[in-house]
């Protein structure tokens, strides 16, 4: 059956259009597979399950008015599943060959004439497989490629069918969110204000039903956080300068570590009556700003902002793809160095983002910057650049290992890019019981990230220590 050209969505178009020369948007990820899997059985998979996902046979294509997804008259599976051969130096071992492929691969272009994506195939890499998949952002988001990932491993669920009409309606439902939010800024909540207070919605669901909107007390409450949150994106400080802060040399090296269990990090998470994301991003902090410390660079005061993306969909809409998630500024505080004080400060500080409408507020710029043309979207993005040293994004995974063509996924990673001149991303992946960080930084700026990575296991043993010699009685269970 062919495919019917479908208008990309603003963010979408805004994901295609924000590469540059320091920063390519795609996603980089690997898997890493025992035993071995050929090539033929993993073109014979993606041809079965991936592509019945029309994103991945459909080329992105720019216009004076945004982009459109137009089916590859010249589509070859073997130009998106190719072989690939693990070049090592004399003394590298195998981990370190794979993240500098990895790393080199996330600055190579995909190529624009064809379906922004490829798999490459390691045979014999540590008696297994390895497995690098590189996709581009406007593709779609984490949530949705995990989503997309997980279901063509052995025994994964096909797309939903869809329905006759529905790539027409589709088209536009990636601007859904953009509408909703957009609109009753200009609309609604200057209407709200004239009524002393105003406001936008009580929630997301509200934003896309405007009727909705309960009485003028609740208005005038979500009104003042709207209008105080879009004054708090204007008004940010550009990001604390450290040795992470700067201009991109556009060179990319990649880095990850072992797991670690994820059952431990809920005893801690317990114990210090934080959520697992506090007990994670303070390791974060801590292991970034000890890893500044040691390179003469001292972090003591000082907090760095990370925008970390927001999901903005349900989780069973994910295989729909496209980019449907916010920003929010999370600021680290790698300045403190007691693991206690600095879990308890991460904890407030994400506190202080809940019910915040930072995220929602952020797509619409995305939205909007999808609109214009690429010098002001640049300049706009640049401006994000400036206030924040990382992009970081922590993302679920299945709990039990997974099947892929027969073989056991042991271990997976992914990379997120960043915009702009920021020069790090962090990766927080759920995984079969374990928790695990992976890196992606500028050569110039942090040549070599796993310096960093190292540090996450010994921030995270001292939280492990101090929470095991709490007392454990029934106020802790409680």
Known sequence: MSLAAERMSRVDTA?????????????????LLTPSITLEALRE??????????????????????????????????????????????????????????????????????????????????????????V?????????????????????????????????????EGDWLADAVLKPLTDITVKAIAMYGGGIAKSMEMLSNPQGLQGSMEMAKTGYQVISDVAALAVMADDSPTALKGKPSGRKVVAWGEPLPLDAVKIIGKGLNCSINDVLLACVAGAIGQYLRDQGDDPTGKEIR???PVNLRPLDKAWQLGNRFGLAPLTLPVGIANPIERVYAVRRR?????GSYQPLLAFAVLAMTGLFIKPVQDAVLGMFAKK???????????????????????????????????????????????????????????????????????????????????????????
């Open 15 to 31: 994901w295609l259009r924000m590469d540059n020369d320091v920063n390519l948007m795609m996603i980089v990820g690997v898997w």
């Open 45 to 134: 998979r993606v041809a079965d399950k991936l592509l019945k996902y029309d994103r991945f046979r459909q080329n992105a294509v720019l216009d004076m008015m945004g982009a459109t997804w137009v089916p590859d008259a010249d589509f070859d599976l073997d130009r998106h599943v190719v072989a690939a051969k693990l070049p090592r130096h004399k003394g590298q071992s195998e981990r370190a060959a794979l993240q500098a492929l990895c790393g080199e691969l996330a600055t190579t272009p995909l190529d624009a004439a064809h379906p922004l994506w490829q798999f490459h195939l390691i045979d014999g890499y540590e008696g297994g497989s390895a497995l690098i998949a590189r």
């Open 136 to 172: 581009h952002h406007c593709i779609g988001d984490g949530i949705a490629l995990i989503s997309v990932m997980m279901s063509i491993t052995d025994g994964g669920a096909d797309p939903p069918r869809r329905k006759k009409r529905e790539p027409e309606e589709g088209a536009g």
């Open 306 to 308: 990370a925008m970390v």
């Open 350 to 354: 994400m506190n202080e983002l809940k």
């Open 388 to 478: 924040a040293t990382a992009v970081m994004t922590n993302v679920p995974g299945p709990a039990v290992p997974l099947k892929f063509c027969g073989a056991t996924l042991r271990q997976t990673m992914f990379w997120v890019p960043a915009s702009g001149d920021i020069g790090v991303g962090v990766s927080v992946l759920s995984y079969g019981g374990g928790v695990q960080f992976g890196l992606i930084t500028d050569e110039k700026l942090c040549p070599h990230p796993q310096d960093i990575i190292d540090r996450f296991e010994p921030e995270f043993e001292k939280l492990l220590l101090v929470t095991l010699m709490l007392p454990w009685g029934e106020e802790a269970d409680s």
